[in-house]
Every structure is written in structure tokens, then in C-alpha cells.
């Protein structure tokens, strides 16, 4: 059985990284080269992307290790610029591995498009609920008659809602459309079939349509992702004899309580959950912006913004963990199909479904969340991330090759993570070495 315990990866050289990558996914050399490529897009490809091209724009693309998810082991790849998302995510996952894995499930997998409808007297708006009512078996052969091959596929319009809102200062009635895209993330389906449906509500409601387009609040298609710990894995050498394991346990329950109930912690709480969620939507090709937008209406869907994960400590002393998650994902068609890097990114991940793909999302998004809260209430938060932070500091101040760690370590030493720090420490290291490799210089002036 293949495994995504890789012990030491992040020790290994980049030609090593690859290979490892290649035996677990299977996946041809030739095509795994892209990874290689330090921007896997060419001109061309970028111009059919954006408009006004001059570029591209890399991102660090890395692989979190030691996901077991349903059973099964991945290696997920991650587009992200932040250090420490990885290598945290990773530790977490390697945790919750020893504990027997994450467990996932779809909830829900519709998606929502509106359209809105205007001017409509207020006393007409049970009559018009009752006509689109009526209507309904109507309007979803007639929205399913836009793309027969989705319906050929298990997907298209299942049903047909109407909410009203007259709480605003122009009320207006707003239809749902419900629809499974199946593997596509369906915006272009789902805008195509609400402006296909727009003139028959409008013959139907006698009302003035309004907006015509999909929401974000992808609240039908939730993905939840769950974990149970045993106290004792949340344990690290550096942690012995300074806390019990019970009480990592109970510090993570606590840190949970704080972001559910204040909005200053919780916009923080859920911002490291999306740390394992961006970079796997971003590697896969898929729009982060609209998981971003989602997610948070999300988490303030009672009327107050909270957390999006929970965690408690069940009567046996275990730490449990969930994260529900509205995501909107494809896996065929647009950038997952054109860009080279989501493809091979996909490959790496066993060519998922758009359910598998949501699947692993969420459990790398409850990875993230438990290794920022286990961080929080031990070491802290710094102690990791400022290792790496240390490194892109010395990189800046023009440390190359070896240096890079050596200049890291002075100023963690030196507890003076900055430009100007490791800039002085660049310079007085490399007189050192100037002066081993010059022992015999003379400092008397030859005349």
C-alpha cells in the first residue's frame, strides 16, 4: 500500500521530492517535469488566461504529507506563498494519522443560482409564490433543456425555491435555481440556465427581473470533514514534562469556545483554516475568491460571525474535531483543464471527483485549524513559523546557498528577526570567512 508518511521529505533534495511524488502518484515522469519548471505557463497559455498579459506570476508550490483521509492515503499539493502552512499542515495531519486519520463527507451538492424579481406589490407576492409554485415542473425542464448532457450525467436543476425580502428599502421577491454541476464548479452553467429562466418568471410572476447569477454562499454544497484524538498524539518531545497531554486537549476545547464567541478571534480562527483550504483550491485550479466569499458568509450565517470549525473533548478524554465548509469546486473544464500544474496537481490527488476533491479540502483545512490551535495554546505561534520567517529574512538580506541557514539561526539566536539584523549578520559572517580563507593578510601598510 502506498503511503503518504514520508519520513523526512522536507529533507529531501528537489529531484528526490519529485521521485517521491512520482512512485506514490504513478504518474509519468515527462509529465511530472511541469513541477520542474519554475513557471509552468507559457505566454501563450497566460494570454488566453487574463486580458493585458504581460506574465505570470509564480507561487511556491509544495506537498503536505501524511494524510489519511476515509482510509486512504494523499499527498496533497499546495499553491502558497505563507511559510509554515505546509509544514504545519502536514504535522497535523501526521497526528491525526497515528489517531487513525480523518473521516469526510458531502452533506449537500447543489449549487444556487438567483433571479431577483422587482416591483411586484407586496399584496400580489402570495399569488406570485403560488404561480412560480405551479409552474415549477415547468421551469425545470425548461432549465435542464439548456444543458441536456448534464442532466445525462446524474446532474442539472433539482428543485426550485422562492424567498422573499421585504426588509429592505426596495423589497423584492428572489427565485432559487438548485443545481448539481456535477464536476464542473457550474458558474457558467448555472448563469446561462437563471438567464434562460428570467422571461418565462417574468411572464409568469408579472414581475420586472432584476439580477440574473449564481451565489457564492454555496450553503447546498457543504463538505465536513471530522477527526478523533487520542490526548497522547497531541504530544511532541518539546512538550514533555511541561503539559499534560489531557490539557493540550483541553487548552484546543478552549481556544475553540473563544473564536466561537468573539468575531475578532473568529475572523483570525477561520483565516487558518483557510490556510489549508486556498492552496489546494489555488494548485487545483479552482477559484479561491469565491471559496473565500462562501466560506465566511458562511461562518456568520446566524447573524453573527463565528467559527467555522468545533472541537470538544468527548467523555472519554478525546479531542474531537469538525470543520463544515461550503465548497465550490470542479474538476473538469476551465483553468483545471488548461493549466498544467492543476492537472498534475489532480493526477498527485487520484484524479478526484469534484466530491473527492471537497472531501480532501476540508480535511485540509481541520489540519490547519488543529495545528494553529496546538501551537497557540503550547509554544505559541512563533516558535515554527519564525524559523522559516528567520529564512525568507536572510534570503532578502542577500544570503545564498548555505547561508541561508546559518544567517536564520544567528538571528533566532540573537531573538532579532529583521532586515537590518540580518543584513549586519551577512556582512560580519561573510568577514569571518573571508578572514579563515586569508589568514595571512598583512594589516601593515606596505610602504
Known amino acids: ?13 528537489r529531484g528526490e521530492r519529485l521521485d517521491a511524488l512520482r512512485e506514490f502518484a504513478d504518474i509519468p515522469s515527462d509529465q511530472l517535469r511541469v513541477f520542474s519548471q519554475d513557471s509552468a505557463l507559457t505566454f501563450e497559455t497566460t494570454d488566453l488566461f487574463v486580458e493585458n498579459a504581460v506574465g505570470s506570476y509564480p507561487l511556491p508550490l509544495g506537498v503536505a504529507t501524511s494524510f489519511k483521509i476515509n482510509g486512504e492515503d494523499y499527498l496533497i499539493p499546495m499553491a502558497v506563498e505563507e511559510s509554515s502552512v505546509i509544514a504545519a499542515s502536514s504535522n497535523a495531519a501526521r497526528i491525526v494519522y497515528e489517531a487513525g486519520g480523518f473521516q469526510a463527507k458531502c452533506l449537500s451538492s447543489l449549487m444556487i443560482g438567483q433571479i431577483q424579481l422587482l416591483d411586484l406589490p407586496l399584496e400580489k407576492w402570495k399569488e406570485c409564490v403560488d404561480k412560480i409554485t405551479a409552474n415549477k415542473q415547468f421551469l425545470i425542464e425548461t432549465a435542464n433543456a439548456v444543458h441536456p448532457r448534464l442532466l445525462m450525467r446524474g446532474g442539472g436543476v ?3 425555491e422562492v424567498h422573499t425580502n421585504d426588509n429592505s428599502e426596495k423589497p423584492f421577491l428572489v427565485v432559487h435555481v438548485l443545481i448539481d454541476t456535477r464536476d464542473a464548479m457550474g458558474a457558467n452553467i ?7 429562466l428570467a422571461p418565462h418568471l417574468q411572464e409568469i410572476s408579472g414581475a420586472r427581473i432584476g439580477l440574473k447569477i449564481l451565489s457564492n454562499l454555496a450553503d447546498r454544497k457543504l463538505f465536513q470533514a471530522t477527526c478523533r484524538i487520542d490526548p497522547k498524539f497531541l504530544m511532541s518531545s518539546d512538550l514533555v514534562g511541561a503539559i499534560a497531554p489531557e490539557e493540550i486537549a483541553q487548552r484546543v476545547w478552549e481556544a475553540f469556545v473563544f473564536a466561537d464567541n468573539d468575531p475578532y478571534r473568529a475572523a483570525t480562527h477561520n483565516k487558518g483554516i483557510m490556510n489549508g483550504v486556498d492552496p489546494v483550491v489555488i494548485v487545483t485550479g479552482n477559484d479561491w475568491r469565491a471559496i473565500e ?3 465566511h458568509a458562511f461562518a456568520a450565517k446566524t447573524g ?3 467559527s467555522l470549525s468545533k472541537w470538544q473533548v468527548d467523555s472519554k478524554g478525546f479531542l474531537v474535531g469538525e470543520l463544515t465548509i461550503p ?5 473538469v473544464g476551465g483553468v483545471t483543464r488548461l493549466h498544467p500544474s492543476a492537472r498534475i496537481a489532480l493526477q498527485i490527488l487520484g484524479n478526484p471527483t469534484a466530491e473527492e476533491l471537497g472531501k480532501i479540502i476540508a480535511c485540509s483545512g481541520l489540519a490547519a ?4 490551535l496546538r501551537a497557540l495554546c503550547t509554544t505559541g505561534i512563533q516558535k515554527g513559523h519564525m524559523r522559516l520567517h528567520a529564512k525568507n529574512i536572510a534570503f532578502a538580506a542577500g544570503a545564498q ?5 546559518i544567517i536564520a539561526d544567528l538571528l533566532i539566536q540573537r531573538k532579532q528577526i529583521n532586515a537590518s539584523e540580518a543584513e549586519m549578520a551577512l556582512r560580519e559572517y561573510r568577514e569571518r570567512e573571508r578572514q579563515k580563507r586569508e589568514p595571512y593578510l598583512s594589516h601593515t601598510n606596505p610602504s
Open 1 to 13: 500500500m502506498k503511503s503518504s508518511r514520508i519520513k523526512g521529505f522536507y529533507k529531501l533534495k
Open 158 to 160: 433539482q428543485d426550485i
Open 190 to 196: 448555472i448563469n446561462t440556465v437563471c438567464e434562460r
Open 293 to 295: 466569499a462562501g466560506a
Open 304 to 306: 453573527r460571525y463565528r
Open 327 to 331: 465548497l465550490q469546486l470542479g474538476t
Open 369 to 372: 485549524n488543529l495545528a494553529a
Open 401 to 405: 546557498g548555505a547561508e541561508v541557514e
